[in-house]
């Protein structure tokens, strides 16, 4: 099993943050390397489908939520990336004084010899979501 993990601190509130990092059908609008997301629902069970900018699709299930604990899980039902048992978490702590810690990792498996190409390539992607929660807030979010 592979397993990616990129935390950061943010800013703002924890209930700002999750308020928008919580939403499933939101990632697109933190995570510039996502042209579109659309959702089903909110709750577990909803569908969501992600349009990367290279026009490539991946569908994502919302296998858990915790608003309270500010916590989701996810897992990955269809993609073109060759990548198998992906399940996803996306965790916001409050720290207090109107600072927060993003948390966002997985674990996966994948063909032999593609993982530290998956490794890379999805921690890219959970980096980017961070600079683009930072950058939101930063900019009054």
């Not at 992600?50 to 939520?65: H, M, N, P, R, W």
């Not at 048992?85 to 810690?101: A, I």
Request: include cysteine.
């Amino acid at each position: 099993m592979q397993e990616v993990k990129v935390n950061g601190i943010i800013e703002a509130d924890a209930e700002k943050v999750w308020e928008l990092a919580g939403d499933f059908s939101r990632l697109d609008s933190f995570v510039e390397a996502i042209a579109d997301c659309s959702s089903d629902g909110k709750e577990s069970g909803a569908i969501r489908t992600l349009t990367l900018q290279d026009g490539s699709k991946v569908k994502e299930k919302l296998q858990s939520i915790n608003h309270e604990n500010h916590t989701l899980n996810y897992s990955i039902v269809e993609s073109e990336m060759p990548i198998k048992n992906y399940v996803g978490t996306m965790q916001v702590k409050d720290l207090g004084n109107n600072r927060s810690e993003f948390t966002w990792s997985s674990e996966f498996r994948t063909e032999n010899g593609q993982e530290e190409e998956m490794k890379q390539a999805l921690e890219g992607l959970y980096s980017l979501g961070m600079e683009g929660l930072q950058n939101h807030f930063k900019s009054g979010g």
